[in-house]
């Protein structure tokens, strides 16, 4: 069946450190996002890339379709960036299908 | 634009209860959806609508019913609530292809 599988499930990084969270999906994508969800519970939408390439401030993303996954990169991370990362993938249907998400701590 | 808003933030029931958790959104967006999140299980899909009078299931749909009279608003309803219906639960809603937006969540407790 239609799969989205995120990694790592966990990571702890030193503030000033940089990350990169993977979502890889298991058929062609319509469209792809990255969410943040901060401690206290808000989905804060990152990015909308079916493909290609987008920067915004520390943080940019990947998506490469044909192969059939994506990345988030954080660089210099900050305390604020800590909480869960989700992609959300849209296979061509009415559905937005989840991964598990990444746990990021950052420790100051 | 307000966005996606749900209410109520937080909810106690006790077990037989019946609730609707409201949702609303004011972007015109045709597609709006109910998730429950519980620890260690990401986002599952409730129930979808791709537009006014039209809704279908996903994941995990029961114990909950939707409707769509309206563009705007996507209700949803717990006939009986069951201690396994504590969870908590975000509503979204997009443009067909378009970007999803989340609202703030509602934490439910089902004692």
């Known amino acids: 069946g239609i799969q989205v599988e995120q990694s790592p499930p966990d990571l702890i990084l030193q503030e000033g450190a940089n990350s990169t969270l993977r979502c890889n999906f298991s058929d062609s994508v319509n469209n792809l996002q990255w969410f943040h969800q901060n401690p206290w519970g808000q989905l804060i939408n990152l990015f909308y890339?079916?493909?290609g390439t987008k920067q915004n401030g520390r943080l940019s993303a990947t998506t490469v379709a044909t192969e059939r996954y994506s990345l988030l990169y954080i660089s210099s991370s900050q305390t604020t960036d800590s909480g869960v990362y989700f992609c959300?993938?849209?296979?061509?249907?009415?559905?937005?299908?989840f991964g598990t998400g990444t746990r990021l701590t950052i420790i100051p | 634009n307000a966005g996606v808003t749900q209410t109520p933030k937080f909810q106690v029931l006790k077990t037989g209860q019946s609730m609707t958790l409201q949702c609303a959104q004011d972007?015109?967006?045709?597609?709006m959806s109910w998730y429950r999140q519980d620890p260690g299980m990401g986002l599952r899909l409730i129930h979808y609508s791709v537009g006014a009078g039209i809704t279908d299931q996903g994941e995990v749909p029961n114990g909950y019913n939707v409707s769509r009279s309206t563009t705007e608003d996507f209700p949803l309803r717990l006939l009986s609530a069951a201690p396994s219906q504590t969870s908590v639960y975000f509503c979204?809603?997009?443009?067909?292809?378009?970007?999803?937006?989340f609202g703030p969540g509602t934490r439910l407790t089902v004692l």
């Open positions: 972007m015109n967006h045709e597609y």
């Open positions: 890339i079916p493909s």
């Open positions: 979204a809603s997009r443009r067909g292809g378009g970007e999803q937006f």
């Open positions: 959300g993938v849209n296979f061509g249907n009415e559905k937005l299908t």
